[in-house]
């Protein structure tokens, strides 16, 4: 059983639609987790970290409900440059461990 | 303060051959990590260091793979005798020292091996 799974898509939405990913995780240790985006062929860089109460950043919400192991990802208004690979990470200590990496959700804004 | 650095960019070597993978962290991070992502797969972890220190490798293929971070100097992953399935980029990322907290990590550009 992976770590962490996504849904792979592709999503393909239309610019200003809402979109929602999800993810889920196997170890009910897991502390720390994050969504990181990924350009095609580029570094994936950190979008939001993901805290127990929900944080928003904009156009982006993310959602932690310990008790299901689930993760999610709201992104409102999508714009064009928000079409990448959405990755859903997991970490199990607070102290610098290795991350767990979803394989990615690949999202494609059409104008 | 310039972010996590990786060279070779792009490295292509032959089948039997050795491939050297440099990682200078950002500055003030004192850890790194090493992943590895085949074509059209997530990223897969292999290894965790501090300096001088081996801290998990438990994502390190037993055979051929060895990653050091020196005193003095990047971290390097090193590749004996590659294959064609080494073929991947190869991710770099550091963290600072956290007593608790969110540990994020910052990834480099990468290298993207080719093995022919």
């Known amino acids: 059983r992976k770590e962490v799974e996504q849904d792979p898509g592709p999503f393909n939405v239309p610019e200003g639609a809402t979109v929602a990913f999800n993810c889920t995780y196997s170890?009910?240790?897991?502390?720390?987790f994050f969504w990181y985006r990924q350009d095609c062929r580029k570094e994936p860089k950190l979008l939001m970290s993901v805290y127990s109460s929900g944080n928003e950043d904009g156009r982006f919400t993310a959602q932690l409900n310990r008790a299901s192991q689930y993760i999610s990802l709201l992104i409102r208004d999508s714009k064009l440059s928000d079409s990448a690979t959405y990755l859903c990470?997991?970490?199990?200590?607070?102290?610098?461990?290795?991350?767990?990496f979803g394989t990615g959700t690949s999202l494609t804004v059409i104008p | 303060n310039a972010g996590v650095m990786q060279n070779p960019r792009h490295l292509v070597r032959r089948r039997g051959q050795e491939a050297r993978l440099r990682c200078s962290p950002m500055k003030g991070h004192s850890h790194v990590y090493w992943y590895r992502q085949l074509p059209e797969e997530g990223l897969k972890f292999m290894v965790y260091?501090?300096?001088?220190?081996?801290?998990?490798e438990s994502g390190m293929p037993k055979e051929r793979f060895s990653a050091e971070f020196p005193k003095e100097g990047p971290s390097i992953l090193r590749i004996q005798q590659v294959v064609r399935g080494d073929s991947a980029a190869y991710f770099c990322?550091?963290?600072?020292?956290?007593?608790?907290?969110?540990?994020?990590?910052?990834f480099g550009p990468g290298t993207r091996l080719t093995v022919l």
């Open positions: 170890n009910s240790a897991s502390q720390s």
């Open positions: 990322a550091s963290s600072p020292l956290l007593a608790g907290g969110y540990n994020e990590q910052f």
């Open positions: 990470v997991v970490s199990e200590t607070n102290t610098g461990n290795q991350f767990y």
């Open positions: 260091l501090q300096k001088e220190n081996i801290i998990d």
